[in-house]
């Protein structure tokens, strides 16, 4: 029985999209990305909604997984 050369993903025991969701939680806590503007007093926007949040979230995920799969 032949066996099969593992590839990094497969040796780390992630897909590409579990990588690309580890980053995208990464970035997402340390910049505070999708979050609505948390400053006291007049802002030039106004805060983002729950569904704008999700949409940035969303694009974000999927810039990540464009960059893992470049990678890999």
Known sequence: MEEKAKSP???????????ALELMKFIATATGYGR???????TGKGAR?????ADALLELFER???VVKKES
């Open 36 to 42: 609505g503007s948390q400053a006291v007093g007049f």
């Open 49 to 53: 909604t729950p569904e704008e949040q």
């Open 64 to 66: 990540c997984r464009s």
């Open 9 to 19: 993903e497969t040796q780390s025991g992630k897909g590409g999209d579990e990588v």
